[in-house]
């Protein structure tokens, strides 16, 4: 399948409990006031397989998964789904930063349950009136108090 994104950032030690490769979504319809992500939205669209993404990921050696992030992926349901299941075949860990919450993400991308592995969901707009310095889940700084970052697994038995 073609995935559509904007660009792929090796060696990212903050944005996920691992080492990743980030890769931007192509758009965001959520709004979020303060958005600092908001600029991607002008960078050209590029188009690879999941396969030729994930390869060009584990080229790095110092690379241990995937980091969807970066807009909106939910706008891009099949393209996460594609790109997230062939991340886990090849048991590589991945977390996916949404700004919804994890019902609305689920409603959005419900084929997510299906999937197992080592798989995290950040979710929670970005609020700038609830900024925070030392708000941390899995080793990560998140930037609003209202943000999370859950394992899939636990999502999907608390439902």
């Known amino acids: 399948m073609q995935i559509r994104y904007k660009s792929i950032k090796h060696e ?70 594609a790109l997230t299941s062939e991340a886990l075949n090849r048991n590589m860990p991945v977390i996916i930063y949404t700004g919804y919450s994890i019902d609305s993400f689920i409603v959005r991308v419900p084929e997510i349950r299906n999937l197992y592995g080592e798989l995290y969901i950040k979710h929670g707009a970005f609020d700038e009136t609830q900024l925070s310095d030392n708000h941390f889940t899995y080793g990560v700084k998140l930037a609003s108090l209202n943000q999370k970052i859950e394992l899939i697994e636990d999502i999907v038995c608390s439902l």
């Open 12 to 81: 990212r030690i903050e944005d996920a409990p691992f080492v990743g490769a980030l890769v931007c979504s192509i758009d965001c319809n959520i709004g979020c006031k303060g958005c600092f992500n908001d600029s991607l939205k002008n960078e050209k669209i590029k188009c690879k397989t999941e396969h030729e993404i994930l390869d060009e990921i584990q080229q790095d050696s110092f690379n241990e998964g995937l980091i969807l992030a970066g807009l909106e992926w939910s706008l891009q349901a099949n393209e996460l789904i």
